[in-house]
C-alpha cells in the first residue's frame, strides 16, 4: 500500500515568511510524529499526534512553531517568520498503536520537505 | 532522560567483509523499545527492526543480525558479508511507554567500498 507522503518535497523561502507543510499517514495509521533532521542536531522529535487527542507541544523549537491535524489524518506544520536556523528536513512518521502495551509499533518515515531559509 | 549513543561516526570497509554497529542507551524505563533504521543516500528512513526489552532473544535476517544485550545496554547490529547497496546511514533508536516520539543516536555512517 502506499507510504507516508509529505509536500512539498523541497521549499525555499525568504527569512521572515511563513511556510506550510503538510503529510499524509499511511491509511489506518492512528498514530503522527514530526521530526526535523538537521546537521548540527541530529534527528528530533518534535510533536506527535495520537488520533484526534490534543499534542503536547513541548518538544517544538519555538512559539513560531505550530502543527494540526485534522479528521485524525493529514497534518500541517506551520512554521511562522522563518529564520535560517529552521533549515531542515521535516520528516513525518505514522504508525499504528500496540493492542498489548498501549504504546506504538515501529515508526514509518516519509521521504521529508527539505526546507531552505534564505 | 534517554540517551542513546552511536560512538562510530563512520565506518568503511571492503565489500564482503562483516560489519558491526554499536549502539549503546541509557533509560530508567523498565520498558521500552529499541529500532535500527537505515537512511540511504535517497534520504528515506527505512525500519529495520524492533525489539522490546523484555526479549533479548538475538535475531537474524538474512544477512543481517541484532545482538541485544540489557547487561550492557548495547543494541548491536551486525551486517555479514557487506554488500555496496549496504552503504547508508544506520540510526539506532529508544521509544519508551511514557515518550512521544523516538530517540535517536547520532548515527553511523557505513561505507561500503567495491
Known amino acids: 500500500g502506499a507510504g507516508v507522503s509529505q509536500s512539498p518535497s523541497n521549499k525555499v523561502t525568504e527569512k521572515g515568511k511563513d511556510v506550510e507543510l503538510r503529510c499524509d499517514p499511511i491509511s489506518g495509521h492512528t498514530a503522527l510524529y514530526w521530526y526535523r533532521q538537521s546537521l548540527g542536531q541530529g534527528l528530533e522529535f518534535l510533536i506527535y499526534f495520537q488520533g484526534n487527542s490534543a499534542p503536547d507541544k513541548s518538544g517544538l523549537p519555538s512559539d513560531r512553531f505550530s502543527a494540526e491535524r485534522t479528521g485524525g489524518s493529514v497534518s500541517t506544520l506551520t512554521i511562522q517568520r522563518t529564520q535560517q536556523e529552521d533549515s531542515a528536513v521535516y520528516l513525518c512518521a505514522s504508525s499504528s498503536p500496540s493492542l498489548t502495551s498501549g504504546g506504538s509499533y515501529e515508526q514509518y518515515f516519509g521521504p521529508g520537505t527539505r526546507l531552505t531559509v534564505t | 532522560a534517554q540517551k542513546v549513543t552511536q560512538a562510530q561516526t563512520e565506518i568503511s570497509v571492503v565489500e564482503k567483509e562483516d560489519v558491526t554497529l554499536d549502539c549503546v542507551y541509557e533509560t530508567r524505563d523498565t520498558t521500552y523499545y529499541l529500532f535500527w533504521y537505515k537512511q540511504p543516500p535517497s534520504g528515506e528512513l527505512v525500519f529495520l527492526i524492533r525489539?522490546?526489552?523484555?526479549?533479548?532473544q538475538n535475531e537474524i535476517s538474512g544477512r543481517y543480525s541484532w545482538n541485544f544485550q540489557k547487561s550492557t545496554s548495547s543494541f548491536n547490529f551486525t551486517i555479514t558479508a557487506s554488500q555496496v547497496v549496504d552503504s547508508a546511514v544506520y540510526f539506532c533508536a529508544w521509544w519508551g511507554d511514557f515518550a512521544d516520539g523516538l530517540t535517536f543516536g547520532k548515527g553511523t555512517h557505513l561505507i561500503i567500498q567495491p
Open positions: 525489539r522490546n526489552s523484555f526479549d533479548e
